[in-house]
């Protein structure tokens, strides 16, 4: 079955950097897009970027560029998501997010448990 | 990229059915068939109820029904439950490989 699993809750300074891990298993891992969605605490969902897990080409929202990047690991099929600079705002839970496969886009179908970063002096 | 629009909140009785809207632009919901919603219990990952604007997933009741109009749309859920109340998100695909999310409508079961 499909499963995306990810790391621990994190809590950092502000303008430090966090790096959270997504480790996908139960498919293919090449074959679907990764995405990462944030969601501060009592608020909506916003979409941070997507990566190829397969080729490593990226796509951020706007709002986060300059200061986010994902990358993958094939040989253990993990993505991970940097967000660096980190201010209070950030503060937020973060989920990686499969895509639907083939031609079916720009919808997740898996998501991983979501982790806590709490940015805090 | 401005979110998309929805109400903060809608509600309705056991078995009526209640409607949530979720208005973009051209450049958005208009012009892509990529409309996505979700559901999102308390403490909970979003799970897709809606996908490319009307399919469902495999496992989500038929009583969830997803349409577009111009740039705006809808989710239905009819036959209302308990189960049902939770925070709905909608998502649409905006071009350049980006997408934006609705701000969520929190369903209440009366």
């Known amino acids: 079955q499909v499963q995306l699993v990810q790391s621990g809750a994190e809590v950092k300074k502000p303008g430090a950097s966090v790096k959270v891990s997504c480790k996908a298993s139960?498919?293919?891992?090449?074959?679907?897009?990764m995405h990462w969605v944030r969601q501060a605490p009592g608020q909506g969902l916003a979409w941070m970027g997507i990566i190829s897990p397969s080729g490593g080409s990226t796509s951020y929202a706007q709002k986060f560029q300059g200061r986010v990047t994902m990358t993958r690991d094939t040989s253990t099929s993990t993505v991970y998501m940097e967000l660096s600079s980190l201010r209070s705002e950030d503060t937020a839970v973060y989920y990686c997010a499969r895509e639907g496969g083939g031609s079916s886009r720009w919808h997740f179908d898996y998501w991983g448990q979501g982790t806590l970063v709490t940015v805090s002096s | 990229q401005s979110a998309l629009t929805q109400p903060p909140s809608a509600s309705g009785s056991p078995g009526q059915s209640v409607t949530i809207s979720c208005t973009g632009t051209?450049?958005?919901?208009?012009?892509?068939?990529?409309v996505s919603w979700y559901q999102q219990h308390p403490g909970k990952a979003p799970k897709l109820m809606i996908y490319e604007v009307t399919k469902r997933p495999s496992g989500v009741p038929d009583r969830f029904f997803g349409s577009k109009s111009g740039n705006t749309a809808s989710l239905t859920v009819s036959g209302l439950q308990a189960e049902d109340e939770a925070d709905y998100y909608c998502?649409?695909?905006?071009?350049?490989?980006?997408?934006?999310f609705g701000g969520g409508t929190k369903l209440t079961v009366l």
């Open positions: 051209s450049s958005d919901v208009g012009g892509y068939n990529y």
């Open positions: 139960g498919y293919t891992f090449t074959s679907y897009y």
């Open positions: 998502s649409s695909y905006a071009g350049s490989n980006n997408l934006v």
